[in-house]
């Protein structure tokens, strides 16, 4: 399953305003670029994309965008199994925690939503006592086209 579509253009600005974070014309680039991605994007691949909305976007900025989107838990940071190395991806944070599927061979990444998956988080939380604030779930394997 690709990405989920897009959200509604502005979402991540809105919500730095709401939390008083100054918004600056190279990170309304670089949101912008985050909220219409439709795959997991590097932090060059980002680069490259937000350089065409704004060319004064550099890379510190990216990198420290970066940052501040995660300490404000808005994205989250993936390694995807380390398939196309040991590169990070990013990816808005959804409503709904999800499963990554790597396929070993072509490198397809695919998302999947559960049900299990939050009844298993459900029960960490009950018997383990313990209060799950990040889950993270990736499986590499072989999509159904590479497993022919």
């Known amino acids: 399953m ?6 509604m253009p502005g979402r991540l600005q809105a ?6 974070i100054r918004m ?7 949101l912008q670029v985050m ?30 965008t970066l ?4 300490r404000h838990g808005l994205i989250d940071e993936l390694d995807l199994m380390h398939i196309h190395g040991e590169g990070h991806y990013y990816e808005r944070k959804l ?13 397809k990444i695919m998302e ?6 939050d009844k298993l988080k459900g029960q960490v939380e009950k018997d383990c006592r313990f209060r799950i604030v990040v889950s993270r779930l990736e499986i590499g394997g072989y999509c159904a086209s590479c497993s022919k």
């Open 35 to 64: 909220e219409t991605a439709t795959k997991h994007l590097d932090a060059a691949h980002l680069l490259r994309k937000a350089k065409r909305l704004d060319p004064s976007v550099d890379r510190s900025t990216v990198y420290r």
């Open 24 to 30: 600056t014309q190279q990170r309304r680039a670089i």
């Open 2 to 7: 690709p990405l989920p579509q897009t959200e």
């Open 15 to 20: 919500l730095f305003s709401e939390r008083g």
């Open 95 to 107: 409503n709904r925690d999800h499963i990554h599927m790597a396929c070993l061979r072509c490198g």
């Open 112 to 117: 999947f939503v559960s049900d299990i998956f």
């Open 67 to 70: 940052q501040l989107l995660k």
